[in-house]
């Protein structure tokens, strides 16, 4: 009923950019929190960004000031800007989102399908 649909991996050398996007659709009634968590071979998947629904915003120490989380709400859309990249930032990202499907129903955890991101010169 929920799909979230990621976009904008690829590979890039190191000091490069990326942007990835994830667009939820199907039954929603309201999204609150969406993020973006990467998961690097041997490794277990980790926070990167989050952002709730009013705006505010949470970072990894690893990727604050270079990574920019930001959502479009009439979208049901987060966008991740990655700048300044890193080889340790390659990894596979996954969006996530907390779904309210209907009103007043629990909230759902639902994952994107994740993107490759690879920095390497």
């Known amino acids: 009923q929920v799909q979230l649909v990621e976009s904008g991996g690829g590979l890039v050398q190191p000091g490069g950019s990326l942007r990835l996007s994830c667009a939820a659709s199907g039954r929603i009634f309201s999204i609150n929190a969406m993020g973006w968590y990467r998961q690097a071979p041997g490794k277990q998947r980790e926070l990167v960004a989050a952002?709730?629904?009013?705006?505010?915003?949470n970072y990894a120490d690893s990727v604050k000031g270079r990574f920019t989380i930001s959502r479009d709400n009439a979208k049901n859309t987060v966008y991740l800007q990655m700048n300044s990249l890193k080889p340790e930032d390659t990894a596979v990202y996954y969006c996530?989102?907390?779904?309210?499907?209907?009103?007043?129903?629990?909230?759902?955890?639902?994952w994107g399908q994740g993107t490759q991101v690879t920095v390497s010169s």
């Open positions: 952002i709730t629904s009013g705006g505010s915003t």
């Open positions: 996530n989102a907390d779904v309210q499907r209907v009103r007043g129903g629990r909230t759902y955890a639902y």
